[in-house]
């Protein structure tokens, strides 16, 4: 069995998706070192450490694995995950010089790297156009989900709606706050629902603060991540009404908790979520909004959406997907 490193740096930051996707990876890899900046590092400081520090870190007859869509480019000996191809489909929604450096660094390491790996087919087919490279050069391991992403007691969804000073019924959003998703047209269509039994609750990273819309709207900033599953079970319903996403990661953890989930029908959600979502046109509010009104008025929709949810969600997990890593790192490692 080939020696593993990973390259952690993304492990020192808050948990998104990418960062959950990383740290479940890299605990259940055998033969596994993780490397890591001994100190958080920001976006200069960090590149500068995994192109110049973490490259004379590595062992002999090690091959390192970047799970977070960068890497060291004068190592060969690496495999890379990159998530998705927005920095190539959509420029417009990052800083320019951040669009610029992420663009270039993809294309040097996507010609020098064994193999890459991406967390769907619509990824896959994104990034072969973009970088250049033949499709079976990218591998397709799709993310898990797992404990403690599972129905919680009523007690600690009630503790966690405290915590955070729910007070009515919910539906609920996860995820950064940027543009791709679409929080602008989730505030339209919760306007245009006009569900007053009811409040939105956005736990969404720092950024920008939107304005109350009609309705209730609650907005929290650093949700604890221990608090997700209970928050998740709690919901009348999930709704992630991106323009974009590689996976979906928050859409499959809301499943596994037994929330019905409203998703876009576009990019990859037909192939991550299939029937098991309410999907609709995530720039048609009047869609979203009526779609939101039909989990609240037609119970049987959503406890139909709550069973195919459960069980969609217990087909991807962790385990297996590190397996399929483990898989792809010994093979190119030992080549």
């Known amino acids: 069995m080939s020696n ?45 450490w995994e192109q ?15 799970p977070a869509n960068a890497g060291p480019w004068f190592v060969k000996n690496q495999v890379v995950t990159i998530h998705d191809a927005s920095v190539f489909d959509h420029p417009e929604w990052f800083k320019p010089s951040f669009a610029a450096w ?9 010609h020098r790297v064994k193999a890459i790996i991406t967390v769907s087919n619509f990824s896959r087919e994104r990034l072969k156009l973009h970088l250049g490279i033949p499709a079976q050069k990218i591998h397709v391991v799709h993310n898990g989900v797992g404990k403690p992403f599972e129905p919680q007691a009523q007690n600690q969804i009630e503790a966690v709606k405290s915590k955070y000073g729910i007070q009515k019924p919910y539906f609920l959003f996860v995820g950064t706050i940027e543009p791709r998703k679409n929080l602008g047209g989730l505030l ?61 990661l928050t859409a499959l953890e809301a499943m596994a908790c037994g929330t019905p989930v409203i998703a876009s029908n576009t990019s990859v959600f037909p192939e991550s979520l299939g029937d098991a979502a309410l999907l ?21 929709l959503a406890d139909t959406l709550r069973e195919r949810g459960l069980k969609h969600a217990a087909k991807f997990s962790w385990d297996e997907s590190a397996g399929k890593t483990q898989e792809i790192l010994c093979h190119f490692g030992g080549s």
């Open 102 to 110: 992420t663009r270039l660094s993809w294309k040097i390491l996507a």
């Open 280 to 300: 609709i046109d995530p720039h048609n509010p009047g869609e979203l909004a009526d779609s939101m009104r039909n989990i609240l008025e037609d119970r049987s």
């Open 4 to 48: 593993i490193a990973t390259n952690g740096r993304c492990l020192t930051r808050r948990i998104t998706g990418v960062e959950r996707y990383a740290r479940e990876i890299s605990k259940r890899l055998e033969a596994n070192r993780i490397i890591q900046p001994q100190n958080g590092t920001g976006q200069i400081a960090g590149n500068l």
């Open 188 to 248: 339209k269509a919760w306007k245009q629902a006009n569900i007053t039994t009811h409040e939105l609750f956005i736990a969404g990273a720092k950024g920008r603060v939107f304005q109350p819309v009609g309705g209730t709207l609650n907005v929290v900033y650093d949700v604890h991540d221990d608090d997700l599953p209970a928050l998740y079970s709690g919901a009348a319903a999930f709704v992630i009404p991106s323009s974009y996403e590689g996976f979906g």
């Open 52 to 66: 110049v520090v973490l490259p004379n870190q590595l062992k002999r007859h090690e091959i390192l694995w970047s």
